[in-house]
């Protein structure tokens, strides 16, 4: 999708972003609710709580400022499959950026044997 620096915030929005964010919401962070609301999808960092060392992603530079700004986007239909979502601090990924990490339930459905002679 690209690089919004956008901030979501801790506030709970609807059913697209939940009320276990960090910081506040910026103008960014609204163009990508608006996005997510437009397109029926949710913010699943958002949704579950974590310890504050699980949601920050980026740290600054002087290791001055800490923030959430990288997300994982799903549909809403598939909301209930996410486990959890966090992000791996002290991951080595060469990166001011932590990885996020999102457990999803699936279940796959068994395709049928085909007799062919």
């Not at 920050?56 to 909301?79: E, G, H, M």
Request: net charge positive; with cysteine; aromatic share 8%.
């Amino acid at each position: 999708m690209g690089d919004f620096n956008a901030k979501v915030g801790a506030r709970r929005i609807g059913n697209t972003v939940g009320s276990h964010g960090l910081g506040e919401i910026n103008e960014r962070g609204e163009m990508l609710v608006g996005w997510c609301q437009g397109n029926d999808h949710v913010v699943a960092n958002t949704w579950f709580e974590n310890h504050p060392r699980r949601k920050w992603t980026w740290i600054s530079p002087a290791d001055k400022y800490r923030n959430q700004i990288d997300y994982v986007l799903i549909q809403s239909r598939f909301r209930n499959a996410v486990l959890s979502a966090k992000t791996m601090p002290g991951a080595d990924c060469g990166s001011d950026h932590n990885p996020v990490v999102c457990k999803v339930h699936s279940k796959l459905k068994a395709l049928k044997k085909l007799n062919i002679k």
